[in-house]
T-cell receptor, first 109, second 112 residues
Framework: KNEVEQSPQNLTAQEGEFITINCSYSVGISALHWLQQHPGGGIVSLFMLSSGKKKHGRLIATINIQEKHSSLHITASHPRDSAVYICAALTGTASKLTFGTGTRLQVTL | DTAVSQTPKYLVTQMGNDKSIKCEQNLGHDTMYWYKQDSKKFLKIMFSYNNKELIINETVPNRFSPKSPDKAHLNLHINSLELGDSAVYFC???????????FGSGTRLTVV
């Protein structure tokens, strides 16, 4: 069993839909990252959060430290949001990332 | 200016060869990393350096040797390449706190 679990693995949505991706972790963390990997392969950090909620444009990330759970929401989804979304737990003093298996999101017109 | 740059972007080589991947960051970060993304797209840490010192070596075969000549550079040298080494290798850097995590664009290594 992975230390960081994501669901769903694959997600197809129509343009405009509200999307939620979930992440649960079993390790102690100092923070959690949400990453986006586009088909071209590059990885971008969307959020780093250690408590509460963060918002950037149409993206919202929340974390519940007690329940060891985080969610990434996308409002008014658009085909350009199609990508793999990965949650990653920041652990230890060395700031290493332990990754979930990713959620492949496809947004269609 | 690219914040974390890796070269080469693609590398095709024969089994048994030795190859290097270079990484440079211009963000002033103290910590740099190598991650491996396998064929199932799963990412896993290989190494981490803080200010030129190795701080994480995550049970990687000793055919893999990272080298950090200064805190802006972290290179990865691989000896005696095997088919199973085929993957995408990502360099990354961050502040000590884990803030500002920035990834390079990846190096797709194919061993034939």
């Amino acid at each position: 069993k992975n230390e960081v679990e994501q669901s769903p693995q694959n997600l197809t949505a129509q343009e405009g839909e509200f999307i939620t991706i979930n992440c649960s972790y079993s390790v102690g963390i100092s923070a959690l990252h949400w990453l986006q990997q586009h088909p071209g392969g590059g990885i971008v950090s969307l959020f780093m959060l250690s408590s509460g909620k963060k918002k950037h444009g149409r993206l919202i990330a929340t974390i519940n430290i007690q329940e060891k759970h985080s969610s990434l929401h996308i409002t008014a989804s658009h085909p350009r949001d199609s990508a793999v979304y990965i949650c990653a737990a920041l652990t230890g003093t060395a700031s290493k990332l332990t990754f979930g298996t990713g959620t492949r999101l496809q947004v269609t017109l | 200016d690219t914040a974390v740059s890796q070269t080469p972007k693609y590398l095709v080589t024969q089994m048994g060869n030795d190859k290097s991947i270079k990484c440079e960051q211009n963000l002033g970060h103290d910590t740099m990393y190598w991650y491996k993304q396998d064929s199932k797209k799963f990412l896993k840490i290989m190494f981490s350096y803080n200010n030129k010192e190795l701080i994480i070596n995550e049970t990687v075969p000793n055919r893999f040797s990272p080298k950090s000549p200064d805190k802006a550079h972290l290179n990865l040298h691989i000896n005696s390449l095997e088919l199973g080494d085929s993957a995408v290798y990502f360099c990354a850097s961050s502040q000590d706190s884990g803030h500002g995590y920035t990834f390079g664009s990846g190096t797709r290594l194919t061993v034939v």
